[in-house]
């Protein structure tokens, strides 16, 4: 059984296009699944969904795939100006991207992803993927520093024999107590014209995984984006 992960593709058309053909050329895989944070960012709107829907791609849903976290930091940096990591002026863009630009059937879609999917892959062995933790869509304890003892915490509702999720933007594994841990981000919103994805196996009772980055043409997102104008961050 073969697994394709990846995670925070946040618009990166470009990006999720390279991944998919130089996932081909590794002979594809059984089951596809992104991990949250399809939209916002970069260029990819409903385009970018029919993409991931055209290969099957199982989709759980991450904190930026609807626009109440960017509503609730627009009221932020309305009431306090200069104090959140970007402008009013960007949070209420996305927040119009959302109405604007997107499908009525794409926001529909995205507000209905389930949080987490289940593979029970043997009666011993289950995979379970979801944004971020169990706990929360947004828990900021993805990133490979993360204390052994929060990252228990943060998944102990839930058992498994691996662990996957995205939300910080750097792949890692992470053998705890003998459970995998694997961050699987990202696809987009790198500064590095990278975007990463992971490939994992289950063969002959053994799990085998690989991370890969490859690299894309990163104008050609840079000048999808201004195309179409999509709000960017501030620097
Ligand atoms: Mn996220």
Redesign the pocket.
Known sequence: MRFALFS?IHGNYTGLTAVLNALSALGGADVLIAA??HVTGESGGDDLIELLLEHHVQLVR???DTPDKFSRLAEQARLHPGQTRNSLTYYQGIVDWFENSLSKNTRHLLTTLPFELTFDVTPEQRLYVC??SPRA??DPICAAGTPADTVRRAYSSVDASIYAF??AHTSYTRWLDGRLYMNVASVGFRHDGLSHFTVLTYRDGHWISEQHAISYDTEAEAKRVLQRGVPRPDP
């Open positions: 925070d949250g944070d991450g904190d930026s944004h971020a869509i947004d995205g939300h």
